[in-house]
């Protein structure tokens, strides 16, 4: 999980969308065949640039799962505090898992 952004943040290892089917036979994909797959820069920036728990669209409408999500975002923000608080000290802070520098995905 530490190493989550470090490896899809170079996009062929986690691309965010794909715009055709991946291959299914081994050795059959070329060049061309990728970047026609890959999404374009636009739609991989804006996927990766959501910090975890910050939802662009308004999803839920029922009291409950507002209250939820409105509950994580508060427990994210002391968990920002902490982390902070901890770096202070340090000569390289340690910034893996701070919720502002995670991105929101299921792949956590």
Known sequence: ?????????????????????????????SEATMMQT???????VQIMSVPLGQYQ????????PRMLIKCFQAELE???AVIKARNNGLKVPYTYMDPVKVENSIAI
């Open 38 to 44: 890959f999404p374009d820069v636009n739609a991989t």
């Open 57 to 64: 669209e308004d999803h839920f409408t029922e009291d409950i």
């Open 1 to 29: 999980m530490l190493i989550l952004y470090d490896y899809g943040g170079w996009m062929p290892n986690a691309p965010p969308t794909l715009q055709r089917p991946p291959p299914t036979t081994k050795g059959t994909t």
């Open 78 to 80: 002391v968990l920002n």
